[in-house]
Each structure stands twice: as C-alpha cells, then as structure tokens.
T-cell receptor, first 114, second 115 residues
C-alpha cells in the first residue's frame, strides 16, 4: 500500500504571498490531519478533515485554511505569508472512524518564507 | 490542558539499551504513541499503547506506561547507529470533538548512538 504523499516537497515564497500544499492519504483512509513543525514551537496541530468536513481545528489564525476532496486528498492554504510561517508542514492520514486512530505521516513540505 | 514533556538529549553506545522518557498531564489520554523522525523526513510510527495497558513489547521496542504517574517510556534494546534520530511521544484522547485527528506531541528527544 502506498504511503502518504505530499507535494511539493520544498517551496520558497516571499512575504505577503499565498501558498497551497497538497496531501494524498493512504488508500482507504478518510481522515487527514495537518501539523506545523518549527524548531521553536515543535509540532503543532493545525486541523483535521474527515469526509470533506473539518472536524477539529488548532489555534492558528484564519490565514491557515484547508479543505478535503471526495477522494480524501487534502489541501492546506496559507494566505498573506509571514516570515514566521517558515516551517515543515506535515500531513497525516488515518482511517478516522475513532478519534484515536493511529496516524501515518507523509514526508512533509518544507516552506521557506523570505 | 494537554502537555507532554520529554528530555531533550540522550547519548548511548552501540549495543547498549536506550530509554527515552515522557510525561503527560492529560488524565483523559487514551492512546500514547512513539514516533521516530530522521533528518529531512516525516514521522514514522514506531508503536503505541492503550491507557489500560502497562507494557507493550514489539521486537526491540518495549513501552512502559505508569498511568498513576502519567509517565511513559520507550526502551530500545541493542541500540544501533541507525536508531539515531529524534523520538517523539504523543498522546490523544477518545473524547471526540476537539480530540479528533489531534495528537499532542512532546518536544522530542534527540538520540545519538556512538559506535
């Protein structure tokens, strides 16, 4: 079974721009969670989607948004980029039927904001 | 609220056992996980334990859970240089609602294995 894939792997943007990251979950998994990883704050939960609906959201500003498609692929968007948005963005997929299903992570998208 | 703490560094010699410790505060934690992250990579799920268990063994990995003290440990037997990585513990609950899809992670323990 193929693992979680994320595209692109690397991105360089400038302040004020917006960016869209993509995540394809493991086949059959319906839940996709997104995390931001930075050296200062560690791993922080952004949001989770299940069957095209956002079920949970972390404490991030509204500039961070996401969506999920009928094939369970998910995208996250960051608008009006700030320097502090530079991070590794990880998505994770799980079957999603229970809150505590184990999550399987993709390799991440490294975003650099200049 | 949820908080997960880990020691930041651990250095061991190849062939020795490694023990990585983690404490958590959320008494409603249901599942506790150990993930491994190698440089430039995502997180690899190593193992997990349900909160009504005390111990789980999986090949070279042994997880111990002391629910009273909210203390979790990961023991790696016969540690190899390929085990050098960052190890994260994480917790989640079965509460539904704000727990869906959300793992709360510790800050990670950097394990260095010397030949």
């Amino acid at each position: 079974k193929a693992g979680v894939t994320q595209t692109p792997r690397y991105l360089i943007k400038t302040r004020g721009q917006q960016v869209t990251l993509s995540c394809s979950p493991i086949s059959g998994h319906r839940s996709v969670s997104w995390y931001q990883q930075t050296p200062g704050q560690g791993l922080q939960f952004l949001f989770e989607y299940f069957s095209e609906t956002q079920r949970n959201k972390g404490n991030f500003p509204g500039r961070f948004s996401g969506r999920q498609f009928s094939n369970s692929r998910s995208e996250m968007n960051v608008s009006t980029l700030e320097l502090g948005d530079s991070a590794l963005y990880l998505c994770a997929s799980s079957p999603g039927r229970r809150p505590n299903n184990e999550q399987f992570f993709g390799p991440g998208t490294r975003l650099t904001v200049l | 609220g949820e908080d997960v703490e880990q020691s930041l560094f651990l250095s061991v010699r190849e062939g020795d056992s490694s023990v990585i410790n983690c404490t958590y505060t959320d008494s409603s934690s249901t599942y506790l996980y150990w993930y491994k992250q190698e440089p430039g990579a995502g997180l690899q799920l190593l193992t997990y334990i349900f909160s009504n268990m005390d111990m789980k063994q999986d090949q070279r990995l042994t997880v111990l859970l002391n629910k009273k003290d909210k203390h979790l440990s990961l023991r790696i037997a016969d540690t190899q240089t390929g085990d050098s990585a960052i190890y994260f513990c994480a917790e989640t609950t079965n509460a539904g609602g704000t727990s869906y899809g959300k793992l709360t992670f510790g800050q990670g323990t950097i394990l260095t294995v010397h030949p």
